[in-house]
């Protein structure tokens, strides 16, 4: 396969983001929002999907997180699309049931080109460090919509809140890496429809 690699600088009046994403990459990562538990989710989905991942953002913090983490969700999700180019030879669809102590989440992707979040997750806490986590699906839809793909993301069993946020970003970076493999029986879009 070429070179998977996409690139998104977003410049508006609330954020100023350069992000870079590497699909074939070994997990490598250089976060900086300026909300440090964001970047640990952001460092966690990298790691475990084995995507080389650089992000720099500037952001109305002063405000609050929600311009921030929004942002990076879209800029994340255009740079997913770049990467994945044309989808040929591709995977599409991806799933990853993730156990995080007492907390297990479920993510399935299909890089379908039709976007859809279905998203389920209960946390009872307003904020995880400087996370809202009310923000955390604000995040799952940016990136979904804006990298064309349907998303589905469940909390199966609950408990502490960091540990479901977590388990959340892993699932989507193990579903996510498992849906950009290369399928070698595979050599043109998979889609009865000839496009994706």
Known sequence: MMDR??????ETKETDIALTICLDGKGHNSIDTGISFFDHMLGG????????LEIK???DL????????????????QAIFEALGSKTG????????LPMDETLALCAIDLSGRPYLNYQARFTTDRIGGLDTEMIKEFFYAVSYSAAM???LKILDTGNNHHMAEALF?????????ATMEEPRMKEVWSTKGSL
Do not use: M
Request: net charge positive.
């Open 5 to 10: 690699t996409g690139n998104c600088i977003r």
């Open 90 to 97: 591709i995977r599409r669809y991806g799933s990853f049931i």
């Open 150 to 152: 349907n998303l589905h």
């Open 57 to 59: 953002v500037k952001g």
């Open 45 to 52: 989905f990298a790691r475990h999907g084995l995507f080389d």
């Open 62 to 77: 002063e405000v609050d997180c929600h311009h921030t983490v929004e942002d990076t969700g879209i800029a994340l999700g």
């Open 170 to 178: 892993k699932a989507f970076g193990k579903a996510l890496d498992a």
